[in-house]
């Protein structure tokens, strides 16, 4: 049990590792090992868990950008130009009650604050204080009906062609206590290069999990007909869905 644990930690670092992770994603073999732990990772490890705590004095106040470049289009050129104000996180699909949240009144839900280490596939960490809404609590707002299986967090990066960046979790996942819709970084407001206005952190699995400039939630039963129907743009090219650390 343990080793194959560690075969599903070690090949999900090795996944992001630029030319290296490029001949892995085509070798077959490989792809059938990494498929062969997924579930049983999930299984053990899930979110039965808390990641790691850290203290204030561990906090890297200079927290290194990961992902892709920071969106430059003229939608979220005028977002920044009104400070956020016109923003509205839109949470829809399989749930009782649509809504569309404006950035105050995110901020007036109850936060969390939370220490973790955020884990790249690159071989990089750091440490953040993260301040935001639990995703439990704006799932709680909307209430999502009994069909609901996933939420999905679409994004608005992409990859350099067109392709928006997304990132699903399972609804056991969403709920997990640290799952967090973050708005603060290191005690200020989210900048653009981090995020703003909204990411999602998961503490518990790989970085690339805890996507960035969120634009839109969906709650679904499946997300076999979204994009390549593997759950996230990297999960897309024959990374892990399941990501835990």
Same mark, same amino acid.
């Given at each position: 049990?343990?080793?194959?644990?560690?075969?599903?930690?070690?090949?999900?670092?090795?996944?992001?590792?630029?030319?290296?992770?490029?001949?892995?994603?085509?070798?077959?073999?490989?792809?059938?090992?990494?498929?062969?732990?997924?579930?049983?990772?999930?299984?053990?490890?899930?979110?039965?868990?808390?990641?790691?705590g850290?203290?204030e004095?561990?906090?890297?106040?200079?927290?290194?950008?990961?992902?892709?470049?920071?969106?430059?289009?003229?939608?979220? %050129?005028? #977002?920044?130009? /009104?400070?956020?104000?016109?923003? =509205? *996180?839109v &949470?829809?699909?399989?749930?009782?009650?649509?809504? !569309?949240?404006?950035?105050?009144?995110?901020?007036?839900?109850?936060?969390?604050?939370?220490?973790?280490?955020?884990d790249?596939?690159?071989?990089?960490?750091?440490?953040?204080?993260?301040s935001?809404?639990?995703?439990?609590?704006?799932?709680?707002?909307?209430?999502?009906?009994?069909?609901?299986?996933?939420?999905?967090?679409r994004c608005?990066?992409?990859d350099g062609?067109?392709?928006?960046?997304?990132?699903?979790?399972d609804?056991?996942?969403?709920?997990?206590?640290?799952?967090?819709?973050?708005?603060?970084?290191?005690? %200020?407001? #989210?900048?653009? /290069?981090?995020?703003?206005?909204v =990411? *999602?952190? &998961?503490?518990?699995?790989?970085?690339?999990k805890? !996507?960035?400039?969120?634009?839109?939630?969906?709650?679904?039963g499946?997300?076999?007909?979204?994009?390549?129907?593997?759950?996230?743009?990297w999960?897309?090219q024959?990374?892990?869905?399941?990501?835990?650390?």
């Open positions: 049990m343990r080793r194959r644990l560690f075969i599903a930690s070690s090949v999900s670092a090795l996944a992001g590792c630029g030319p290296l992770s490029s001949g892995l994603s085509q070798n077959e073999q490989f792809m059938r090992v990494l498929g062969s732990v997924e579930g049983l990772n999930h299984r053990l490890i899930g979110t039965r868990g808390l990641a790691r850290y203290r004095r561990d906090v890297d106040r200079v927290f290194r950008v990961n992902g892709f470049a920071t969106p430059s289009d003229a939608a979220y %050129a005028r #977002l920044l130009a /009104d400070r956020f104000e016109s923003y =509205r *996180l &949470v829809e699909g399989a749930v009782e009650r649509p809504r !569309a949240f404006t950035l105050s009144q995110l901020r007036r839900m109850p936060q969390q604050t939370q220490i973790t280490r955020h790249c596939v690159e071989g990089w960490s750091a440490i953040g204080k993260w935001g809404v639990r995703l439990d609590d704006l799932l709680g707002a909307v209430g999502p009906r009994d069909d609901a299986r996933y939420v999905v967090f608005m990066d992409n062609a067109g392709n928006l960046y997304y990132e699903s979790l609804m056991h996942q969403a709920h997990h206590p640290q799952a967090l819709l973050a708005l603060r970084l290191n005690d %200020a407001p #989210l900048d653009p /290069d981090h995020g703003a206005p =990411r *999602l952190r &998961v503490p518990t699995q790989l970085g690339y805890s !996507a960035k400039w969120i634009a839109r939630i969906e709650v679904v499946s997300f076999a007909r979204i994009a390549g129907g593997h759950g996230g743009y999960e897309d024959g990374y892990e869905w399941y990501a835990g650390i």
